[in-house]
């Protein structure tokens, strides 16, 4: 939504996902970054979960939601990462993007660092 036109142009695709470039990716989480989010998180189909983290000082004022344990905050500040889905025969995909997101917060809330929350989301 950040960007109507590529959005327009992308949904004409068979594949949208696919018109999605790593430098596309990586410029919609720095923008999301700079207009105030500390984290974001981006299903991005088969394609993974592609997270972008704002510096510690604003991770610091996430509220309720904080990383419970600080020796795992260095792992959390100013970090792009991009997980790859696990192979799978998959019966359906309803759903998997919220559990995708279920497992990320389960990873936050229990101070897991965040390629272990990675690992949980996907």
Same mark, same amino acid.
């Given at each position: 939504?950040?960007?109507?036109?590529?959005?327009?142009?992308?949904?004409?695709?068979?594949?949208?996902?696919?018109?999605?470039?790593?430098?596309?990716?990586?410029?919609?989480?720095?923008?999301?970054?700079?207009?105030?989010?500390?984290?974001?998180?981006?299903?991005? #189909?088969?394609? +993974?979960?592609?997270?972008? &983290?704002?510096?510690?000082?604003? =991770?610091?004022?996430?509220?309720?939601?904080?990383? /419970?344990?600080?020796?795992?905050?260095?792992?959390?500040?100013?970090?792009?990462?991009?997980?790859?889905?696990?192979?799978?025969?998959?019966? #359906?995909?309803? +759903?998997?993007?919220?559990? &995708?997101?279920?497992?990320?917060? =389960?990873?936050?809330?229990?101070?897991?660092?965040? /390629?272990?929350?990675?690992?949980?989301?996907?």
């Amino acid at each position: 939504m950040l960007r109507r036109s590529l959005f327009e142009q992308v949904m004409t695709r068979t594949r949208p996902l696919d018109a999605l470039t790593p430098a596309i990716i990586t410029d919609l989480g720095q923008t999301l970054l700079e207009i105030g989010a500390p984290i974001v998180g981006l299903k991005l #189909g088969e394609r +993974g979960l592609y997270v972008r &983290t704002a510096g510690s000082a604003r =991770l610091a004022r996430i509220g309720r939601g904080q990383i /419970p344990v600080r020796a795992v905050w260095s792992t959390w500040a100013s970090r792009e990462l991009w997980a790859p889905c696990f192979a799978v025969q998959a019966a #359906g995909t309803t +759903g998997s993007g919220d559990a &995708t997101i279920a497992g990320f917060l =389960l990873g936050l809330l229990r101070g897991m660092t965040l /390629p272990e929350a990675l690992t949980a989301a996907c």
